[in-house]
């Protein structure tokens, strides 16, 4: 069974530019996450999807980022336009119903 | 805002100590769970202790979760080379929505042969 997969793996843009990230949960899990941890500090939840509608968005830094779950399947999270304290890693899990996280191996954002 | 201090930052040891990884807190959460991450991988679980001074067991690893449910530790005894990783304290809070985490720093363990 695949796992959590994060496209891609790594990201190098220009400050001001237009990121997508992208997250492939498990199939069948209807909960999904976004997280980010920059450098030197504690990994931080951004958002929560149940299916396709956002249950906890608490943890969004400011309107630049934008989650979207088509059809609740696959996730995208757009950062426009990016700034350099954007640069971090962002995860993403998903999870079923009351069960356990699974988390994608994140994406590596760097904005020079 | 709620914090979680984990301690020690960085741990490196000869194959066969004990070590214990410390996770505290001013708040009090509802659960707190335990992660070992690899590089270039995301966090993996590995217990998730609910009542306080419940104390879990996983093979050499023991889990607490403090009585006022504010802190935890993870103890390892006669660890080798194959516990080497970064090890995550994670709370959740009273009333948040599943996965809505608050995460330590991590320590990052070092297991020498």
């Known amino acids: 069974e695949a796992g959590v997969t994060q496209f891609p793996s790594h990201s190098v843009i220009e400050k001001g530019q237009t990121v997508t990230l992208r997250c492939d949960p498990i199939?069948?899990?209807?909960?999904l996450y976004w997280y980010r941890r920059v450098m030197g500090k504690e990994i931080k939840f951004l958002l929560h999807?149940?299916?396709?509608?956002?249950?906890?968005e608490s943890g969004m830094p400011n309107n630049r980022f934008l989650a979207e779950r088509t059809g609740g399947t696959y996730s995208t999270l757009k950062v426009q336009p990016a700034e350099l304290e954007d640069s971090g890693v962002y995860f993403c899990a998903s999870s079923a119903v009351g069960e356990k996280l699974f988390f994608g191996s994140g994406t590596q954002l760097s904005v020079l | 805002t709620q914090l979680l201090e984990q301690s020690p930052q960085f741990l490196s040891i000869q194959e066969g100590e004990n070590l214990t990884v410390y996770c505290n807190s001013s708040?009090?959460?509802?659960?707190l769970q335990w992660y070992r991450q690899e590089p270039g991988e995301g966090p993996v679980l590995l217990v998730t202790v609910v009542t306080g001074g419940e104390v879990k067991k996983l093979k050499r690893l023991t889990f607490q979760f403090g009585d006022a449910r504010k802190d935890s530790s993870l103890h390892i005894t006669a660890a080798q080379p194959g516990d080497t990783g970064l090890y995550l304290c994670a709370g959740a809070q009273y009333g948040g929505s599943q996965g809505n985490l608050i995460f330590g720093k991590g320590t990052k363990l070092s297991v020498k042969p």
């Open positions: 708040s009090v959460f509802s659960s």
């Open positions: 199939s069948g899990h209807d909960n």
């Open positions: 999807f149940v299916k396709e509608s956002k249950q906890d």
